[in-house]
């Protein structure tokens, strides 16, 4: 119910009516003046009632009268009287109807009162009711009441002091409430304040409203006062107490802040008056010092006053709390100040009290910002926070110290003792104290540092600063402080520090950052920056702060005993960390993120990082010139022991010990890196560092994945953990592991300092590992591997210098076990990276695939195999894994597979060979055609590797294998080809550089076959005999198979760089090859004797290689030649035929031949679309390997389905297929022909050439085998086909050559049996015939072919009759001795004499010549060549040795052949001489003629003694034929013939006729050996010629007259002499062949004397008539003659001269004689 409203009006009018009432009855006796103003005050009050509707308002006005009778009451000093009025007057000022004058009648009255010290509280309760229910007391009524209150309160009695001291906190309080609400109601009206002027009146303060004014002049005096002034303004003040001064000071700062901030008076008074009196009476602490209050001092300085003290301290709380802005400079003394009364040589309440006051400001991080912001950042000014903060750190490092100086309160610092006072102490305070468990003593939380105990007691809850003995107002004398209690607040006041600042701190980066969160997605593209001044703010704070508080935690968390401290000191440590990282302050989060890990680890443990780390920061905090160490051993001896294990060092050391605080600090650490991780940077390496260490003592060892689980040291002393720390280490484990997975959630930086930070930790480990078999540690490469596992969404930024590291550094230690880490965790992340999830998917971000993919590659240099193998072994689960999805990660994968090194050992090669078959098995199809042609490299690398020869083998089939998918998959292959080849073309040009691809012109699907062809051309020529011939059969296979897809560009490129290349290196190889013998092929295999050199074994390559390409010449002939260069190609392949013809190892000479054969379609080839198998085993070439698409038969074409052959066509256009037969001869060209007789010329003339120089026992160094010649031989007349029409004299004395050589050449003894008939029978050599073969060939092509061949005729007589020379005069090889072959010795025992050379028989071979001469020559006598050449003149020329030497031939057919021949070529070549005889151009034939029938006719040579006569007889025949010859067709055409050549024929005849006989006859044969027969037919031949009846020319005439004349002039001589002898001889008698002789003359006569008879008369002349006469006279005289056989020819010959002795009557015939 309100004072206003009518029942109350109506109440308050009744209860009036009634006091007066009872006044007047009180007073009715005593004081009637008093009881008629009662009186008379009721008529008013029932007036004024009665008479107005506002009756508060008129009593108000009429209040001094209303008022009067109760004043008068209170002066009559009656106490019930004074009693009842104070009330009715309270009543009146309850319901605010006191006038402004009656409140200063009633102050009068009361002033009264308290002089006469009546009613002392009921006074004050009056001056209290009337100052707060109305504000109608101004000014100096006022002031006399809060006076009368102070006098009040310096009564005797307590009670009305303390309810005084009451009162005048209440009036103070109410005096300055009056001027806030004066304010508030004028608030609007904004009046210009006039500039304070510093007037010294302090009265006037002309410019304040009356409230104000008022508060402002007790504000005033109150100071006057406390600084004991007289006051201006409360008059008649009689005493006052400077506490109870400072007290009500501080009421009116602490409640009213705002009137001194926003008026400038107040300003002001606080400026000039509370100030100074602060800094005044703070001025005996300040000088005071503890024990130096000797008499030295010239004046006794005075003590500090506790009560005063303490209330200037509180006073100072406000100020700085409220009027910081105001009063910064006071407030830097004040602070300073506060500062030097922590010191320690100020008296302990006084520190206590002060730290107290520190406290109270640790809790409120706005001022100490603003401290910051005043002092620290202004340049010249006192760095206050920070020496807020230090002196905190002083403080408490001193309290460690102090105690032990002799300080009373550390006597008893033996810990029972103090720990059970402190206990006590705690309790008393409510702290935990001794309570806790049981009653038993349980160890109180404390600090202990060097044998200093400080128990720690709950002086505050977290964030306020409660004060004990700030709050102490009631005392007098300084409290003994407990000990511990400042140590304490101090601990608190760090803590509430720490936790204020940080927070406030981080509340405003939070709300920073969303500010800017907004900002961003209104206009995203602004890049805003934030004002940098609350920053700079923030981190001068922490700079200011960090080196105190660091000290000062560090040295609490070495001392503390208490789990709950320490993990407060830890947090604190841990917040400011975290803070300073946000900041981006990197020394102090790095000190204090050390400070953490030091306490982490064993005491002096040995950490580089730490140690390195704590000299960086080595600010000494010294506490009067005594350093303090941060970290020391002090408090080992207070903790429980949890471990034991090995430090991680180089050498080995003890062990070390981890207690329970070190696992705490651990699990902060853990906490910091788990929380804070993205503000750590660089201090990741001293966290992770520090982990790897306790990790390592704790003997955690990594696991699958990088998680560390416990496990036992390998070596050295094992690790001992206790139960407790065995149940944490999971936990710890644990911990660790989501360390490194939550750093999922840290930002790109700080994942790139947490990988730098591992990165270089396992560098360290990695020194550490080097030279030691000791267990590596492996936590670095553990975390980066678990990091690298959860961070796989953004893998990208850290993969480079993750796996860098891993590459460079772990895989290649020389430990083991580290080595074996290091891959694992670059193929784990690999092998994760590829099966994760990426968005986009892989497939569409082909970079990042590479850049997973490309450490695989890189593991590929380490040398170690071991690794190695986990690369590929890791290759080999990827392509079962993702082979389908590699695309274009396949290079990588290929680059692995194939990165194989012959010295890497054969298990490397076979799991990379594994995976290489995998490969072609499975992946072809699903990978980019691009790749193929690495595959090919790879599977090419295979092959050459050297380690094991089946995989070599293997890799050969795997390439055929592909080599088929090629062909099956051609079309699809080419497209995607050309795709990529248009998208890099198009790179290329925008680059403006050339393509750069191998054999680029070519397409590109002809360029994968061309890198298959150059692949298996490497394989060819590799050193092992089985590879070289599987990889030469596999290609030759392969071309032969698929060529046919090649665009016919691209056979040029075949033909040169890989066919004509292989044939280089391989001739190059095999004319360098070794002819050592090889012992066996390893193992116990044996090799053929034809193949135990590596010479033997090239050789093979080479046949295979050289008989491959042929192959290929021949059955592409047709795409070949339109190649532009074909004709150049022929040359090369020519070329090489011809090296290897002339190869020094007949299998390869031979094999060329075959080859020369096969191109130039002498063996013909089975069509192309069969493989020419049977062509080459004919040749003795070894088959290769069979198409596999169908086994193809002598001539069976592969059974291809027609889109085949049609895919084929339209593939490469008509040009592949096949020309009709006819057009067969338009695609050959002469020039290529000619090319090929070249390369046989100079085959031939290499091969047959002898060797120069050396005799006989000098080995000639290759002598060609027989075979081989009769191939060189065999490849003419094929070859002659195509040159004929150009084929020249030239060519043919070129042929002629090399014929003749080939058939000079011997054999070897040891070959002879082999290729020589048996010595009696005549049989030609292969050879021989060949050679024969090839002349019959051209004479054949001569024959047919137009006139001007014939010119050739002649030299082919020429050959031939060379060869036919060869029956008497074997050829001579060179100067080499060759044995007769029936000489040569068969013997296979002398095998290390060189071989023998058997010179071949080579009658057979003559004879036969011969006989191919006199055909040839029955052919062709007419020609004009043969007759301008003297064919006729060289055959008998020729003819004349075997005829001459008769008997003396090697074979006695040779003579009887060259007779028959000589009669069948005279027989056809006479008539032709004849004709010709007047040209004159056989003239010289008659001589060479003549001297062959005489060196015939009378040989030198004289029959064998074995001779039968039948022989004999038969041999005698022949010579008869001879003359019957001469009879019939020379003689009779003499006229043709030169003269004295029948002179010749005349006197060879003579001598036939007359003497042709044997000296050695037995008489018994002479008869028959006398050669009677010839020499009738010698005779008669003569006399047919002598008496010709025909003379038709005077020649012929001449030819019988000179015949008989010899005739006659012979048997004249022989007679004679007979006669002579025969006289001389006596009784002897004569020789046999004279006495054979003569009877022949005798003979010859008689013959003579018929032939005359049968003559006509007139043929015969005169002198011939006188020489037959002339006979008779000697006939006569032989007539004495003693043997009978002489006288019975006698008779003979005499008997016909009868005739002649009448002379005949001449008859006149035609008018002659």
């Not at 080939?1302 to 015939?1329: G, H, M, R």
Request: contains cysteine; neutral net charge.
């Amino acid at each position: 119910m309100s004072t206003s409203s009518p029942e109350a009006v109506k109440k308050l009018l009744e209860n009036m009516q009634t006091d007066l009432r009872s006044l007047s009855m009180e007073c009715k006796k005593k004081f009637p003046p008093v009881k008629e103003a009662a009186e008379s005050g009721i008529v008013k009050i029932k007036t004024i009632a009665a008479r107005n509707s506002d009756i508060l308002a008129t009593l108000k006005e009429n209040s001094s009268e209303v008022v009067q009778p109760f004043l008068m009451g209170c002066g009559t000093k009656e106490p019930k009287i004074t009693q009842l009025c104070l009330a009715a007057i309270q009543r009146l000022m309850s319901h605010e109807v006191v006038s402004e004058a009656a409140a200063g009648n009633i102050i009068n009255m009361l002033w009264q009162l308290m002089e006469n010290g009546l009613e002392e509280l009921k006074l004050l309760q009056t001056v209290l009711v009337l100052l707060t229910t109305n504000t109608v007391v101004h000014d100096q009524v006022l002031s006399k009441a809060i006076v009368l209150c102070f006098r009040l309160h310096f009564t005797k009695d307590n009670i009305t002091n303390n309810t005084a001291a009451a009162t005048v906190r209440q009036v103070v309080t109410v005096v300055f409430e009056r001027m806030v609400a004066e304010d508030e109601r004028f608030k609007d009206i904004v009046d210009q304040p006039l500039p304070v002027q510093g007037n010294t009146n302090r009265r006037s303060v002309s410019t304040l409203r009356p409230s104000a004014k008022d508060a402002y002049m007790l504000f005033q005096d109150l100071c006057q006062l406390v600084n004991a002034d007289a006051p201006y303004w409360l008059v008649g003040m009689t005493e006052m107490t400077r506490t109870f001064g400072l007290e009500l000071l501080e009421s009116v700062l602490n409640d009213f802040p705002r009137v001194f901030l926003q008026h400038q008076e107040f300003s002001f008074l606080l400026k000039e008056r509370v100030c100074p009196l602060v800094i005044k009476l703070f001025s005996p602490n300040i000088k005071f010092r503890q024990g130096n209050s000797s008499a030295a001092s010239p004046a006794p300085a005075e003590k500090p006053y506790f009560p005063i003290c303490m209330r200037l301290l509180r006073v100072v709380s406000v100020l700085i709390k409220h009027f910081y802005s105001l009063l910064v400079t006071e407030c830097e003394i004040f602070l300073s100040l506060l500062v030097k009364f922590l010191d320690g040589e100020k008296p302990q309440w006084l520190r206590a009290v002060a730290v107290e006051s520190v406290h109270r400001l640790c809790v409120q991080p706005h001022l100490l910002r603003s401290f910051c912001l005043s002092y620290d950042m202004k340049q010249h000014s006192t760095k206050v926070f920070r020496d807020i903060v230090n002196a905190l750190g002083s403080f408490i490092q001193s309290l460690f110290i102090v105690l032990n100086t002799g300080n009373p309160a550390a006597t008893n610092t033996s810990t029972g003792g103090s720990g059970a006072q402190g206990a006590a102490q705690g309790a008393a305070q409510g702290g935990p104290g001794a309570g806790g468990q049981g009653g038993s003593l349980t160890t109180q939380a404390a600090f202990e540092y060097r044998g200093t105990w400080i128990p720690l007691m709950t002086v505050s809850v977290q964030g306020s600063a409660k004060a004990t003995y700030l709050e102490m107002l009631d005392k007098v004398e300084p409290p003994s402080i407990p000990e511990g209690y400042a140590m304490s607040v101090a601990f608190s006041a760090l803590l509430d520090l720490v936790r204020g600042i940080t927070s406030m701190i981080e509340r405003a980066l939070a709300k920073e950052e969303e500010e800017a969160a907004v900002r961003r997605e209104a206009n995203p593209d602004q890049n805003t920056q934030l004002e940098p001044g609350a920053h700079l703010v923030w981190e001068e704070m922490v700079s200011a702060c960090w080196c105190g508080l660091l000290a000062a935690l560090s040295l609490l968390l070495d001392a503390s005993t208490d789990e709950t401290a320490t993990e407060s000191i830890l947090k604190a440590e841990l917040t400011v960390a975290a803070l300073c990282g946000r900041l981006g302050l990197v020394t102090p989060r790095d000190a204090f993120i050390t400070a953490i890990c030091k306490a982490s680890l064993p005491p002096h443990y040995a950490l580089t990082v730490l140690s390195s780390n704590t000299a960086n920061l080595n600010k000494a905090y010294s506490i009067q010139g005594q350093s303090v160490q941060i970290i020391s051993s002090s408090s080992e001896s207070h903790q429980q022991v949890v471990a034991v294990g090995q430090p991680l060092s180089v050498q080995p050391q003890g062990t070390v010990v981890l207690t329970a605080k070190n696992i705490q600090c651990m699990r902060t650490l853990l906490n910091l890196a788990h929380c804070h991780g993205v503000v750590l940077g660089t201090s990741w390496q001293l966290v992770l560092a520090t982990l790897q260490h306790l990790v390592w003592i704790l003997g955690l060892k990594p696991g699958v994945g990088g998680a560390l689980k416990p496990g036992r040291a390998v070596e050295g002393p094992s690790t001992v953990l206790t139960t407790a720390v065995m149940t944490d280490l999971p936990v710890i484990s644990n911990i660790l592991s989501r360390l490194f997975e939550s750093s999922q959630y840290l930002d790109d930086v700080s994942l790139h300092h947490l990988i730098n930070a591992l990165c270089s930790l396992s560098l360290e480990a990695v020194e550490m590992a080097y030279g030691t078999n000791k267990e590596p540690s492996l936590f670095a490469v553990a975390k980066l591997l678990e990091t690298g596992l959860v961070n796989m969404d953004r893998i990208e930024i850290l993969w480079r210098p993750l796996t860098g590291h891993l590459l460079e550094k772990v895989c290649q230690h020389p430990n083991a076990r580290m080595r074996e880490w290091g891959a694992e965790a670059v193929t784990s992340l690999i092998k994760a990276g590829l099966a994760y999830k990426h968005n986009p998917p892989l497939a569409q971000n082909q970079r990042l695939q590479l850049l997973l993919l490309n450490p695989l590659k890189e593991l590929s240099n380490v040398l170690h195999a071991d690794i190695r193998q986990k690369q590929l072994e890791s290759v080999l689960q990827i392509l079962q894994s993702q082979g389908d999805s590699l695309g274009p990660g396949w290079p990588l994968v290929l680059g692995v597979i194939g990165a194989i090194r012959n010295d890497q050992g054969e298990s490397l090669i076979r799991t990379a060979f594994q995976c290489l078959q995998l490969v072609v098995t499975d992946f072809l199809p699903t990978m980019p055609c691009a790749c193929l042609q690495i595959v090919v490299d790879v599977a090419g690398s295979f092959g050459l590797q050297n380690q094991e020869l089946n995989i070599s083998l293997t890799s050969i089939g795997l390439l055929w294998n592909i080599s088929d998918y090629f062909f099956q998959r051609g079309e699809a292959i080419t497209q995607e080809l050309e795709r990529e080849e248009a998208a890099l073309q198009k790179q290329a040009q925008e680059k403006g550089e050339p393509l750069n691809r191998p054999f680029h012109p070519a397409p590109p699907f002809d360029c994968l076959w061309l890198c298959l062809y150059a692949k298996l051309g490497q394989l060819c020529v590799d050193p092992r005999p089985a590879v070289r011939k599987s990889a030469g059969q596999t290609m030759f296979s392969t071309i032969a198979a698929h060529g046919t897809l090649l665009q016919q560009p691209t056979w040029h490129i075949v033909v040169w760089k890989v066919l004509f290349h292989l044939l280089d290196c391989v001739r190059k190889s095999s004319s360098t090859a070794d002819k050592e013998k090889i012992e066996s092929g390893g193992g116990n295999i044996l090799i053929h004797h034809s193949r135990d050199t590596a010479e033997k074994q090239w050789a093979e390559t080479w046949v295979l290689t050289l008989a491959g390409v042929a192959r290929i010449f021949n059955t592409r002939r047709y795409l070949l030649q339109q190649l532009g260069d074909y004709f150049k190609a022929w040359e090369v392949l020519l070329d090489h035929i011809q090296s290897a013809a002339l190869s020094k190892n007949s299998e390869v000479s031979l094999a060329a031949l075959k080859s020369f054969q096969e191109i130039l379609q002498i063996a013909t080839p089975i069509k192309d679309s069969a493989m020419p198998t049977d062509a080459l085993a004919a040749m003795g070439v070894p088959p290769v390997l069979i198409d596999p698409l169908s086994s193809p038969g002598p001539g069976r074409p592969l059974l291809r389905s027609d889109s085949m052959l049609e895919r084929l066509t339209s593939y490469n256009g008509a040009e592949l297929q096949a020309p009709p037969p006819g057009e067969e001869s338009a695609l050959e060209d002469a020039a290529l022909w000619w090319s090929a007789w070249n390369t046989w010329y100079r085959t031939g003339t290499d091969s047959t050439r002898p060797p120069s120089g050396g005799t006989g026992t000098d080995r000639p160094s290759f002598i060609p085998s027989q075979p081989f010649l009769t191939a060189l031989v065999q490849i003419f007349p094929a070859l002659y086909q195509h040159i004929k029409t150009g084929f020249s004299m030239e060519d043919l004395r070129k042929l002629g050559v090399i014929l003749h050589g080939a058939v000079s050449i011997p054999i070897s003894s040891d070959a002879s049996p082999f290729i020589l008939p048996s010595y009696t029978e005549a049989v030609l050599t292969s050879l021989q015939e060949a050679v024969l073969t090839a002349l019959d060939v051209l004479q054949k092509a001569i024959c047919v072919g137009p006139e001007n061949l014939q010119v050739m005729y002649p030299a082919i007589f020429e050959q031939l009759l060379l060869f036919v020379e060869f029956s008497c005069k074997p050829p001579q090889y060179g100067k080499m001795e060759t044995k007769h072959v029936a000489n040569a010795k068969y013997n296979q025992i002398q095998l290390f004499t060189p071989a023998e050379w058997v010179a071949l028989n080579y009658v057979p071979f003559a004879e036969r010549s011969l006989e191919v001469v006199v055909d040839l020559y029955h052919k062709t006598a007419c020609h004009k060549a043969v007759i301008n050449e003297k064919v006729l003149q060289n055959i008998i020329k020729t003819l004349r040795m075997p005829l001459g030497l008769k008997y003396g031939c090697p074979s006695e057919s040779t003579w009887k052949l060259a007779v028959s021949s000589l009669l069948k070529v005279l027989s056809t070549g006479l008539p032709v001489a004849r004709q010709h005889a007047s040209s004159r151009k056989f003239d010289t034939m008659w001589p060479e003629l003549a001297n062959a029938f005489k060196d015939f006719l009378f040989t030198k040579s004289t029959p064998p003694d074995n001779v039968s006569i039948q022989e004999f007889q038969k041999n005698e025949s022949i010579d008869v034929e001879v003359v019957q010859l001469i009879s019939t067709e020379i003689l009779p055409f003499a006229i043709f013939i030169p003269k004295d050549f029948v002179g010749q024929i005349m006197a060879m005849l003579n001598k036939g006729s007359i003497h042709s006989q044997s000296s050695s006859f037995t008489e018994a044969e002479v008869d028959v050996r006398m050669r009677e027969e010839f020499s009738k037919v010698c005779f008669e031949t003569l006399l047919q010629f002598s008496f010709s009846n025909k003379v038709s020319t005077p020649q012929e005439g001449y030819i019988s007259r000179m015949a008989l004349s010899v005739l006659l002039k012979r048997s004249q001589d022989v007679l004679r002499r007979y006669v002579d002898d025969e006289r001389l001889s006596g009784r002897c008698p004569l020789p046999r062949q004279q006495v054979t002789e003569i009877i022949f003359v005798l003979k010859a006569i008689s013959t003579l004397m018929d032939s005359l008879k049968k003559t006509q008369p007139e043929n015969v002349d005169g002198t011939t008539w006188a020489q037959v006469i002339a006979l008779y006279p000697t006939l006569v005289e032989c007539i004495t003659c003693s043997s009978s056989e002489v006288s019975s020819a006698l008779k003979e010959a005499m008997g016909p001269f009868k005739d002649f002795m009448q002379p005949p009557v001449s008859r006149v015939q035609n008018g002659e004689s």
